[in-house]
């Protein structure tokens, strides 16, 4: 009786783990088909041509992909999704505040989307540099 005991324990903790991590997926998953539906608004808003934003998408997997090249990929692509689920809260939370409304942060607001994406590419670079010297 006491070898069963401690694997109940077992199935129950890693039943709650599986119910906390599906969980924590359906918040990202709901997060990201809201970036994906507002996506092309914001990027007029920012000046890019709303048809682009798929050309922009394809691309910034498709260097996760090149970047992971070596065993890695999932995680430079789940670091993408990451990074644009933490970009989705954080509009939806400005939005939430109000702050676009606000005149001092406005411009703010503007170029918060070029910024990141600045942030992003760089960071890839960097990234794509540190492994091409590493492999060479």
């Not at 007029?44 to 090249?69: D, H, K, R, W, Y």
């Amino acid at each position: 009786m006491s070898r069963s005991a401690p694997s109940v324990n077992a199935n129950a903790r890693a039943n709650r783990t599986g119910l906390y991590l599906g969980f924590l997926q359906l918040v990202f998953t709901l997060g990201w088909t809201t970036y994906v539906i507002y996506l092309p608004k914001l990027a007029a808003q920012v000046g890019i041509v709303p048809s682009a934003v798929i050309f922009i998408l394809m691309s910034a997997v498709s260097a996760a992909l090149a970047i992971g090249e070596t065993g890695a990929e999932g995680k430079m692509t789940g670091l993408l999704f990451s990074a644009l689920a933490l970009a989705t809260f954080a509009r939806m939370a400005a939005v939430a505040g109000g702050l676009q409304k606000l005149p001092d942060y406005a411009p703010l607001l503007h170029w918060a989307p070029v910024a990141c994406w600045l942030v992003a590419g760089s960071g890839l670079l960097v990234i794509t540099a540190s492994r091409t010297r590493r492999h060479a």
